[in-house]
């Protein structure tokens, strides 16, 4: 059973930085794909970034050049700079213990078993 915590939300300007940190918990190893996700209101849950078991590591074109995903086993963590109005939503950490040979497979919610309880970032203009 793994065990996700987020923390680090607010309510900050355009332009400002933010640092979410995802807290775990639980029976997990390096060999796990750690992911952050965001939900806006009246939209789909969206992959942000995710560092898969192999290492390699996927960011979505929205977010390309201005959020990096960082950490170990027991914290990961969501680096955003230059946040823009558009990337308001409640953010979540995710976790999955599947090794899927495609790493593409990734970016869809239902490839994740584990998932934090959200928190929210609100970008004002």
């Known amino acids: 059973q793994v065990q996700l915590v987020e923390s680090g939300g607010g309510l900050v300007q355009t332009g400002a930085s933010l640092r979410l940190s995802c807290a775990v918990s639980?029976?997990?190893?390096?060999?796990?794909?750690m992911a952050w996700f965001r939900q806006a209101p009246g939209k789909e849950r969206e992959v942000v970034t995710f560092r898969s078991y192999t290492g390699r590591v996927y960011a979505s074109d929205s977010v390309k050049g201005r959020f990096t995903i960082s950490g170990d086993a027991d914290t990961v963590y969501l680096q955003m700079n230059s946040l823009k109005p558009e990337d308001t939503a409640v953010y979540y950490c995710?976790?999955?213990?599947?090794?899927?040979?495609?790493?593409?497979?990734?970016?869809?919610?239902?490839?994740?078993?584990?998932w934090g309880q959200g928190t929210q970032v609100t970008v004002s203009s």
């Open positions: 995710a976790a999955s213990g599947e090794f899927n040979a495609a790493d593409s497979l990734y970016a869809i919610p239902n490839a994740y078993s584990s």
């Open positions: 639980g029976r997990i190893h390096n060999s796990y794909t």
